[in-house]
Structure formats: C-alpha cells, structure tokens
C-alpha cells in the first residue's frame, strides 16, 4: 500500500497506479480553481506529491523542491528545519 507523507501526517493511496493518477490530476485542477469557496490552492502541491509516487518528473520536480525548500528553511529558520526533520547539523569528513 502506497502512502505520502504530508504536513507531518502519513496518508495513505489507492493500490491502483490508473487511481492515483486520476486523484493526482484531479487535486491539481481543483486547486487551479481556488479562488472558489470550496477548492483551495493546497490541492495543487498535494496533487503533485500523489503524482510523484508513479510519475518520474514529477517525482524529480518534489525532490528537487524539497531539496531547496529544507536548504532554505535550515538558512532562515533553524528550529522549524529540526522541527520538520531536516538536519542542521554540518558533516565535516
């Protein structure tokens, strides 16, 4: 069983690739329409992590943005970086 982690919480997916795909697409348009009461702009980045789970670009697109996203965290913010579990700790070999 498939599951993406997401704001600290563990979710988990359907067990077929063709669902996933569907919800991944269907999340990010809803989120292109969120400036409607009931969608909201979070959908898109949800919606590229569920698709990151069988898509290879969009797998690269989240890791690379995971990547510059905790750099960027750790530079600016230190506690919340060890708060969202990326290490601040400097590897000196």
Request: without cysteine; charged residues 20%; glycine residues 12%.
């Amino acid at each position: 069983m498939h599951s993406v982690k997401f704001g600290g919480r563990r979710f988990s997916l359907p067990g077929h690739p063709v669902i996933r795909i569907i919800l991944g697409f269907a999340l990010i348009l809803g989120g292109l329409l969120g400036f409607l009461p009931v969608l909201g702009f979070w959908m898109v980045p949800l919606g590229l992590l569920i698709l990151a789970v069988d898509i290879p670009m969009a797998r690269r697109l989240r890791r690379r943005s995971e990547i510059r996203f905790g750099r960027w965290l750790i530079r600016r913010h230190p506690k919340w970086a060890r708060r969202f579990g990326f290490s601040t700790a400097q590897k000196t070999e």
